[in-house]
């Protein structure tokens, strides 16, 4: 009996245990890896109709957007559908205080409307193959790191030149799971992207930071663009003489949204994960790192948003490097959270004494890896001072315009140095357009406040011997006082705005080089950047090497000892699925959030004349009058919804499709008790963020008007009319 209840008790906790939710798969492995386990979760095609390169798959509907972000082809004609702050820089770029498209919005009406956009492109994957073997052929464990690298490069490039590609495709080659394995990718990068349309910011954006990692949700985080292809419907630049892309997979629109439970996968292009760490790298990002850099940009924060409050025009200037700054700032805040309330360091050293005993069970294993969890914890711990010196430099560093600014007069002075004249008269009209472009978004009564506050950070925080000579002397000769320091630096530097820029850069190049030389700005720029690399850099990077040596000696031992497990590699940029259920989730005690949001929710955080909460006049109207033609459901128009797929940066603007491959929303975020979902993914509380694709349906319909795109999209149904 005893028995019994045993089997009975191990079953059931076997499957409340409930799917692997967790995971960035490999497109190609699917088959081989997830088939099963996603049709047990719901899913009703097979991988063969995700990934296939012998005809037109889902991934053929799928880009890398700009590099940066995810889109995918929804019409025949080539229409993209990707994020609202994936296409912001176009956006802003095509806007004026005549035409605000960043406030009221962009439609193209007909392919005539639609904008160009330099430098924006749109990759496809072709074809994956697994080029491990070639790779990695000769290269033995016991190979100096080195030598082992010049080889794989070697390596590489023969593997390069004997893949098989059409001259308008690149192949790429990249390392997986910390170096184990490589991959080779065909691809197909289209240049010439136009802008087809984008939301008012009040809805693309609504919320801004306030809502930002946040649910419940109300943002309409969308636009489109449309890919143009040469009249053999092959890459080409930029023509007029381009024609709208025939692609050989478009997705399907479905009008049946989701309900709790269902089957969701995304795909997309996930940027860096980190899910095989040693425990004391967990805790170092815990303890040391993320609080560092939290502090900062809490300062930083503070200033640039007392000077926004008071003055519209540094508003303006200064909206998207605050939202910027406070993108991370926000997430690693989340991520403490998170790994603190899952008692995430507890758990991987649990893993790790698991790992511990089956080593020491199997000599093979024994001999492979003993004390390598003892190795990557010393060296986690050697590393932390310099971890920290780094964050505390990089983050300070960043965040101080003027010294960017110096740092970009270093290129001059190089080419001075390096060609002479010559150098400098290319390099000068350079220096003088790109401190041009900064300078319109820069404001130096903000910047010298940011200078007097974290200088004094980067002094107090840190140990003396990182700390800039150069800085510590200015300091002395200013009674130890960080504003007037600041004032002294910004009044004798020459470089805060484009008319002093100028005047310093007129001259003979000798003269002018020697003047920058002299500025305050630029010697403390050098020195600081001396004493980083003099006193931390050194020894981090060697630090690091040997931690990046270990960790892809641990990956494997990790795939070695726990057999049964099925691994995915961290995410690297390429090509990826994950796959999980509709779920609502409890992120404390007695709070549970439903996984559906609706329109009534945008109304109630409605604030007229808002920042961040203000909504346009045509949408209050729709709503009053309930006008959400076929998009809503039950006189209630849904926004955005949730599910427990495991996603990061990168896949903003993936598409989230249903059981049967349709698409059902848009991703765009996490919630906040989830963004640990980098380090340490936990079904309980990891969930992606939706727009929910009727939404976006109803803005381009109903807000827009824009019937010529609603004309181009197949939209699907399984429910009975
Ligand atoms: N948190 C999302 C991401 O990491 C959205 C960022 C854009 N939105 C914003 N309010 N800053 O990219
Ligand atoms: N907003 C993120 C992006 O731009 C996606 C959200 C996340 O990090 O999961 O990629």
Redesign the pocket.
């Given at each position: 009996m005893k028995k019994y209840l045993l089997l009975l008790f191990i079953s059931i906790s076997f499957f409340c245990k409930g799917f692997a939710e967790e995971g960035m798969w490999l497109p190609q492995l699917l088959q081989s890896l997830n088939e099963k386990e996603m049709k047990r979760m719901g899913m009703k095609i097979n991988a063969s109709d995700i990934y296939n390169i012998g005809k037109g798959s889902l991934k053929d509907a799928i880009v890398s957007f700009g590099g940066?972000?995810?889109a995918e082809v929804i019409s025949d004609k080539g229409l993209l559908l990707t994020?609202h702050?994936?296409g912001f820089d176009q956006i802003q770029n095509h806007s004026s205080i005549q035409n605000n498209y960043i406030r009221d919005g962009f439609w193209a009406y007909n392919t005539g409307q639609e904008l160009k956009n330099p430098g924006l492109f749109a990759t496809f994957i072709i074809r994956i193959d697994d080029v491990t073997k070639a790779v990695l052929n000769g290269v033995s464990s016991s190979l100096p790191e080195k030598e082992r690298q010049s080889l794989i490069d070697k390596n590489m490039t023969a593997v390069r030149s004997a893949a098989k590609k059409e001259a308008y495709q690149d192949i790429l080659i990249r390392s997986f799971f910390e170096g184990n394995k490589y991959f080779l990718f065909i691809t197909e990068t289209y240049r010439d992207i136009r802008l087809v349309g984008a939301p008012p910011s009040s809805v693309g954006n609504f919320g801004k930071d306030t809502d930002n990692?946040m649910w419940p949700r109300h943002t309409g985080d969308f636009s489109m663009f449309r890919i143009y292809a040469d009249k053999n419907n092959k890459p080409a630049a930029y023509s007029a003489d381009n024609v709208p892309y025939k692609p050989k997979r478009a997705l399907n629109i479905s009008l049946d949204g989701v309900k709790e439970g269902d089957f969701t996968m995304v795909f997309g292009f996930?940027?860096r994960t980190m899910e095989y760490l040693h425990s004391s790298a967990i805790a170092q990002t815990v303890n040391v790192s993320d609080p560092a850099k939290i502090a900062i940009r809490t300062k930083a924060l503070q200033v640039i948003d007392g000077f926004m409050r008071s003055n519209e025009e540094i508003k303006i200037q200064y909206a998207a490097k605050y939202a910027n700054i406070s993108?991370a700032w926000k997430?690693w805040q989340g991520e403490i959270l998170g790994l603190t309330k899952t008692n995430a360091v507890a758990k991987r050293k649990e893993l790790e004494a698991s790992f511990e005993k089956i080593v020491l069970s199997k000599p093979e294993l024994n001999m492979a890896y003993m004390g390598i969890l003892q190795n990557l914890e010393k060296a986690y711990n050697a590393i932390e001072p310099y971890a920290y010196a780094r964050d505390y430099y990089s983050e300070i560093f960043s965040k101080i315009e003027i010294l960017g600014f110096a740092n970009q007069l270093k290129s001059l002075v190089n080419a001075y140095s390096n060609n002479g004249e010559t150098g400098y008269n290319t390099t000068q009209p350079k220096v003088i357009e790109r401190l041009g472009e900064l300078y319109g978004e820069y404001n130096a009564d903000v910047d010298k406040k940011l200078f007097e506050v974290l200088m004094e950070m980067y002094v107090a925080d840190q140990k003396d011997e990182y700390v800039s000579p150069y800085f510590k002397n200015l300091l002395k000769q200013n009674d130890h006082n960080y504003a007037k320091t600041a004032a002294v630096v910004f009044e004798r530097s020459k470089i805060y705005n484009k008319e002093n820029l100028l005047a310093l850069l007129t001259g003979n190049a000798k003269d002018v080089v020697d003047a920058i030389k002299n500025d305050p700005a630029y010697q403390l720029t050098l020195d600081m950047q001396q004493t980083f690399n003099n006193t931390v850099a050194e020894k981090l990077n060697s630090i690091q090497a040997e931690i990046n040596q270990l960790q892809r000696k641990y990956m494997q031992a990790q795939m070695d000892v726990f057999t049964k497990k099925s691994f995915y590699p961290d995410a690297n940029s390429t090509l990826r699925v994950t796959y999980g259920n509709v779920k609502p989730y409890q992120p404390r005690d007695g709070v549970k959030y439903e996984f559906q949001s609706y329109m009534d929710g945008v109304m109630q955080k409605y604030v007229p004349g808002d920042y961040e909460f203000d909504l346009p006049k045509k949408l209050i109207n729709l709503y009053n009058k309930k006008d959400f033609g076929r998009w809503g459901v039950n006189g209630r128009q849904p926004v955005c919804f949730i599910a427990a797929n495991h996603?990061?940066?990168?896949?903003?603007?993936s598409p989230a499709l249903d059981a049967y491959g349709n698409l059902v929303g848009l991703?765009?975020?996490?919630v906040w008790e989830g963004?640990m979902?980098?380090i340490n993914y936990d079904p309980s509380i990891c969930r992606?963020?939706m727009v929910d694709i009727r939404y976006v349906m109803f803005i381009v319909d109903k807000y827009a008007e824009a019937k010529n795109l609603i004309a181009e999209m197949k939209f699907v149904s399984r429910k009975k009319k």
């Open positions: 940066f972000c995810t994020n702050h994936c990692w996930p940027g993108n997430k996603t990061t940066g990168g896949n903003s603007g991703n765009f975020d996490r963004t979902s980098d992606n963020i």
